[in-house]
């Protein structure tokens, strides 16, 4: 049995999981399956990945000047829609936040640009559009959240940006990769290590602003283990990078609390000497790539493996 609902006039069509009834397809873009537009609006643009990292916009931290953020995992859908005409901000942002509401969603987060600046106080164009691909926010009008969702059927969540022109709707299904598909092997490390004199450890999470390490890290903490192992001889620095954002002295010392965590554990652990690990950070001082957008922020934020 298929379970839909209305909102009467100009309703938002969420939630809908498959049943006897069908709705025809578009032929270039259609829908998310989990949130359909706002009733009258069009799509402009598609994008989805069917795994890939997410940065999700949690805030402004306006004391240490940095985005809030954190990093998601899964299928990654990312719609913006044209709103109908004659259709406030408000009037399509309270059709969806009424539509979560009733389906027992959890609103995570929630701003509003039109309020003293909620989401940002910076300048918006050159922020949220270019680091998240949010458009509908605009210096000084747009509502945005977040909400969670988690039943049986699905573990996601959904970002909703509704401004003047247009609405953003980003879909995060949370979902394991599939593996196999590339072999990852000491072989490789060591190859690095030979040619470069360091590795970047990868497949090692933190929270946004945290220095404890995921659950999620132990694969990796393993492999990285192994090497060390292999090269029971050899001594190395344990390096923590961090993106442009936020205050230099306080990245330093983040870049530095990881890769002691990192340190700490491969010691404590995988029972690696001591005295064949150091630990240092240097912040944002040696970028990898642009911190203008998501993907070079995330390729900044890392922990390399340096020979000594």
């Given at each position: 049995?298929?379970?839909f609902?209305n909102?009467?006039?100009?309703?938002?069509?969420?939630?809908?999981?498959?049943?006897t009834?069908?709705f025809?397809?578009?032929?270039?873009?259609?829908?998310h399956?989990?949130?359909?537009?706002?009733?009258?609006?069009?799509?402009?643009?598609?994008k989805s990945?069917?795994?890939?990292?997410y940065?999700?916009?949690?805030?402004?931290?306006?004391?240490?000047?940095?985005?809030i953020?954190?990093?998601?995992?899964?299928k990654?859908?990312?719609?913006l829609?044209?709103?109908?005409?004659?259709?406030?901000?408000?009037e399509?942002?309270?059709?969806?936040?009424?539509a979560?509401d009733?389906q027992?969603t959890?609103?995570t987060?929630e701003?509003?640009?039109g309020?003293?600046?909620?989401?940002?106080?910076?300048?918006?164009?050159?922020?949220l559009?270019?680091?998240f691909?949010?458009?509908?926010i605009y210096?000084?009008?747009?509502?945005?959240l977040?909400?969670n969702?988690d039943?049986?059927?699905?573990?996601?969540?959904?970002?909703i940006?509704?401004g003047?022109k247009?609405?953003?709707v980003?879909?995060?299904?949370k979902?394991a990769?599939e593996?196999d598909?590339?072999?990852?092997?000491l072989?490789?490390?060591?190859?690095?290590?030979?040619k470069?004199?360091?590795?970047?450890?990868?497949?090692?999470?933190?929270?946004?602003?945290?220095t404890?390490?995921?659950a999620?890290?132990?694969?990796?903490?393993?492999?990285?283990s192994?090497?060390?192992?292999?090269?029971s001889?050899?001594?190395?620095?344990?390096?923590?990078?961090?993106?442009s954002?936020?205050?230099l002295?306080y990245?330093?010392d983040l870049s530095?609390?990881r890769?002691?965590?990192?340190?700490?554990?491969?010691?404590?652990?995988?029972?690696?000497?001591p005295?064949r690990?150091?630990?240092?950070?240097?912040?944002?001082?040696?970028?990898?790539?642009?911190n203008?957008?998501?993907?070079?922020?995330?390729?900044?934020?890392?922990?390399?493996?340096?020979q000594r």
């Amino acid at each position: 049995m298929k379970l839909f609902f209305n909102i009467e006039v100009m309703s938002v069509f969420l939630l809908c999981f498959y049943s006897t009834q069908s709705f025809p397809a578009k032929k270039t873009h259609t829908d998310h399956p989990l949130i359909a537009a706002y009733q009258g609006s069009t799509i402009h643009s598609k994008k989805s990945k069917e795994f890939d990292e997410y940065e999700l916009f949690r805030g402004y931290d306006k004391q240490q000047k940095s985005y809030i953020t954190e990093t998601l995992e899964g299928k990654i859908t990312q719609i913006l829609y044209v709103n109908p005409a004659q259709r406030s901000t408000l009037e399509i942002y309270r059709n969806y936040r009424q539509a979560l509401d009733q389906q027992g969603t959890d609103i995570t987060f929630e701003c509003n640009q039109g309020k003293n600046r909620q989401c940002m106080d910076q300048y918006v164009g050159a922020s949220l559009r270019s680091t998240f691909n949010i458009h509908s926010i605009y210096n000084k009008s747009g509502r945005y959240l977040i909400a969670n969702l988690d039943n049986a059927k699905y573990s996601a969540v959904l970002v909703i940006g509704v401004g003047d022109k247009y609405s953003d709707v980003h879909v995060i299904e949370k979902r394991a990769m599939e593996t196999d598909k590339v072999s990852f092997n000491l072989d490789s490390m060591n190859s690095d290590l030979e040619k470069k004199g360091f590795v970047v450890l990868q497949g090692l999470y933190f929270d946004t602003n945290k220095t404890a390490l995921k659950a999620s890290s132990k694969d990796a903490l393993e492999i990285i283990s192994a090497l060390l192992k292999q090269k029971s001889e050899v001594s190395f620095l344990v390096v923590g990078h961090t993106d442009s954002q936020g205050e230099l002295g306080y990245n330093m010392d983040l870049s530095k609390g990881r890769a002691a965590v990192v340190k700490s554990t491969l010691q404590k652990d995988f029972r690696i000497k001591p005295s064949r690990l150091s630990a240092h950070g240097v912040g944002p001082l040696s970028p990898v790539a642009s911190n203008k957008e998501a993907i070079g922020m995330a390729q900044n934020r890392r922990v390399v493996l340096v020979q000594r």
